[in-house]
């Protein structure tokens, strides 16, 4: 079946610095992704879609400068958390869908735990 | 807006125990809705969905109803195993299921022999 990584399952930065999460489509072509973030005890709330080759669309409330969304392939997309601070701390979750699929056929990554000390 | 919220968790049950996890939710129009799995160190997993009222979904002796009149999708299996522990998440889309989606805060089911 389709599957989703994503790289790394934890960092730890300190204030300040800048983090990249990468997700990868390993088995299809993935022309839109999804970003994620997770509050414990919380929903899964959509940071950002992003397709292939065009600039990513943010939720309301979601910063774009600080939220860095790259999706330069069919099988990569990148999220950067710039300046992070520990309110960022988080988990984040991507999902890849192949083109023309409603958007419940999304292949979603294991996540990756971000903390800011 | 569209929510979606289901019963708080952690779930215990002995294995061969009925299972319910109970979704409501809010939305304009008919919505698409859905139960995602999530097993420990895995992305989310679609389980069964439902596209129009009165549809039943189904998939690994799970199943759940579209309850437009009690805006519901509730999650039952008959008899968990020990395999079926996991985080659950409730979902919906929009009509034609083509639009984002939005979760619920998931429910965690730990199931012991």
């Known amino acids: 079946g389709a599957v989703v990584s994503q790289h790394p399952s934890w960092v730890i930065c300190k204030s300040g610095t800048s983090v990249k999460i990468e997700c990868r489509s390993l088995?299809?072509?993935?022309?839109?992704m999804f970003w994620y973030r997770q509050f414990p005890k919380q929903s899964l709330m959509l940071m950002a879609t992003s397709n292939e080759g065009s600039k990513a669309t943010y939720e309301q409330g979601v910063e774009k400068d600080k939220f860095l969304i790259n999706h330069a392939s069919l099988t990569l997309s990148t999220l950067t958390v710039t300046s992070a601070h520990p309110e960022d701390s988080s988990f984040y979750i991507c999902?890849?869908?192949?083109?023309?699929?409603?958007?419940?056929?999304?292949?979603f990554g294991p996540g990756t735990r971000l903390t800011v000390t | 807006g569209d929510s979606v919220t289901q019963m708080e968790g952690p779930v215990t049950l002995s294995e061969e125990a009925f299972l319910t996890i109970n979704c409501t939710y809010t939305?304009?129009?008919?919505?698409?809705l859905f139960w995602y799995v999530q097993y420990p160190g895995e992305g989310l997993q679609l389980l069964l969905k439902a596209t129009k009222a009165d549809d039943k979904g189904s998939n690994k002796g799970f199943e759940a109803t579209y309850r437009k009149e009690t805006t519901s999708f509730h999650l039952e299996k008959g008899s968990v195993q020990v395999s079926d522990s996991a985080v659950y998440f409730c979902?919906?889309?929009?009509?034609?299921?083509?639009?984002?989606?939005?979760f619920g805060a998931g429910t965690r089911l730990a199931v012991h022999p």
């Open positions: 999902s890849a869908r192949d083109s023309d699929r409603a958007a419940y056929e999304q292949y």
């Open positions: 939305a304009t129009g008919y919505p698409s």
């Open positions: 088995d299809f072509q993935a022309t839109t």
């Open positions: 979902a919906l889309s929009g009509a034609g299921g083509y639009n984002k989606l939005i």
